[in-house]
């Protein structure tokens, strides 16, 4: 379904819930993330998407490109049929997706997602039987970027700008 087809009800609760959506300007934010999502996934996929987690459409675009490969090629997630899609695109990639995919590799101790992202990093490692020392070395063999929102950026751009033309 498409998400124009969707109920009134859906996207009344979606945009309360994610009001920001609105304020985005549509070619320069969200077109260039349908696109890169298009390559991915069907209309009924981004429906799906757009319901569940429609952060997705403000978070960085370079992000959720790495997301959708790393758990595509390395991890072999099946989209369409694990139940944690789209959910995990909203967890950080290089303090949580990546580093914990690469643990459970590594110890051959392999998790369903929805089991092991919600867990601290010492839950995490007592469950998948992983040094913490060893995990922190996973951790910091990654490389680490703040995931800013459209919003955050624009705030974060915005206030610096205004400090230029403000003497305090």
Sequence with gaps: MCIRDRPISEKREIVTKHPRILSQNPVD????RIRMLKTYFDDRMLAVIFTKAPRVFIKSLPTTESKLKYL???YKMDFFNDPI???ILNYNYA????????AMNRTTNIFPWREVLNLTDEEFCQ????????FMKI????PWSKE??????????ALRNHSKYTKY
């Design 29 to 32: 934010v969200l077109l260039p």
């Design 72 to 74: 595509m090629q390395r």
């Design 85 to 87: 899609f789209p959910d």
């Design 95 to 102: 303090e949580t997706i990546r580093p914990r995919g690469e």
């Design 127 to 134: 469950k998948v039987e992983i040094d913490i020392n060893e």
């Design 139 to 142: 951790k910091a063999e990654i």
């Design 148 to 157: 800013l929102d459209i919003s955050n950026r624009f705030f974060s751009g």
